[in-house]
């Protein structure tokens, strides 16, 4: 989908304010709102606009602590990697998952009350995923940015394409 300076213009808006009325966001983006929401219709159904969710802080549910935590495997077959991206979804501290390229396998983000927490999840989930042949933990001083997207500019994203 090639997308235009108001499709960019609806997705900056909508990354600061995910929960726009149509009738505001096409008064943002000077549209009217039925041609405002065909557009929308049409970013959603391109897979542009992925969904909509609250950012819930994590700190104030209770999860101080962030580790940053890189895991080799015992092999790179796809079933080993199948198995592995299986059984790490049903954890639910780990909020972040990556393949990688590089010296590690995959690079994941998880969050714990504690250090106390984290060694449960290190001993009752990490170390039993299939596969591990070696685990590196790092620990989160402080969150300096956490952006949810890259940043748009309706302006200089005249004739970008996705």
Not at 15 to 35: I, P, T, Y
Not at 52 to 66: C, F, I, P, Q, W
Not at 119 to 145: G, Q
Request: with cysteine; aromatic share 6%.
């Amino acid at each position: 989908m090639k997308l235009d300076t108001i499709d960019y213009a609806i997705l900056e808006a909508l990354q600061k304010d995910g929960r726009l009325a149509n009738a505001n966001l096409a008064e943002k983006v000077g549209l009217s709102a039925s041609a405002c929401s065909r557009r929308l219709d049409a970013l959603e159904k391109n897979g542009v606009i992925r969904g909509y969710y609250a950012r819930v802080s994590n700190k104030e549910l209770g999860h101080d602590m962030t580790a940053i935590v890189n895991i080799s495997l015992s092999g790179q077959f796809q079933k080993t990697l199948s198995e592995f991206e299986t059984a790490v979804k049903r954890c639910p501290n780990i909020v972040v998952c990556y393949l990688m390229s590089g010296e590690y396998d995959y690079t994941l983000r998880v969050v714990a009350k504690d250090l106390a927490d984290y060694e449960r999840i290190h001993r009752d989930w990490l170390t039993a995923l299939p596969h591990v042949a070696k685990i590196n933990s790092s620990f989160a001083l402080r969150e300096v940015i956490d952006r949810p997207n890259v940043g748009i500019d309706a302006g200089l994203a005249k004739n970008a394409k996705i």
